[in-house]
């Protein structure tokens, strides 16, 4: 099936909440909605001011051990809400606890943007926090903002690619024709269970830099768009389909293959449908 310029049902998305206290947003993202009591972690500072110094690939110390730091910017992974790890947010035995452990889950693809680490705020475990866009098998479908994405090889659609630039190429062939690869929307998670693999779908250096000048001009270009932040509904739909400003408890699978949600907007309905 080609990419569709046909959008799916993004905008079947639920009003935005304010954002919760400790939520440390950037100056852009003070309309960001975020999940409250679901989504906080357990031994992680809550605040940038109290929170420990995260290493990314760049500024690593030689004391991160690699069994910490499993995954690579660059490298897709398939995904889910851990829902056990949400639930030990609500007393045991409580109707909230039950409720969360029975909530139904997708799993979702995404590629891996940024990656980091810290240590808990009991110094017991280090924490692995990934930055991921959404994989689609559609443009987003939000007017104004179709130009965000760029297509995955192998690719057959019928969108103009020279607009969008050349398809993305994984070492490993993607498992899926006529994908979108999202660049301005996504999520953040952090790792609570790795399901391993010896199966890497990643990119070489060279084609993620080229990802990444796109992902810059596009969330430049996205920002300066009057168009598209005039309407506040829109605005508020858009700041939940960006990356939250702190990360969700996640099960992160190395090998992307199998069943997964084809609409990122499902991810985030779940985001916000436990928050409720």
Known sequence: MPIRETPLPLLNIQAARPISPGGCPSAGDVDMASPTMWASLPDRPRTSESRRPSFSVSNAPDTVPPSAWRIQPGQYVAFTIDTEAAALNYPEGSKEREAVLQFAVGRYIGLVVGSYVQRSEDNSRWLEELVIMFVAPAVPSLVGAERYCMPIAPF????????????????????WANRAQWTTFGTRLQVETLHDSQLLFDMDED??????????SDWEHMDANAALMANEDVKNIVAKLRPPPEPLPAVVWRDIRGKHGEDPSDFVNEVYALDG
């Open 156 to 175: 057959h659609g019928d969108v103009d690619v020279m607009e969008r630039g050349p398809p993305l190429r994984t070492k490993t062939l993607f498992p």
């Open 207 to 216: 084609e993620f830099a080229r990802f990444e000048q796109r992902v810059t």
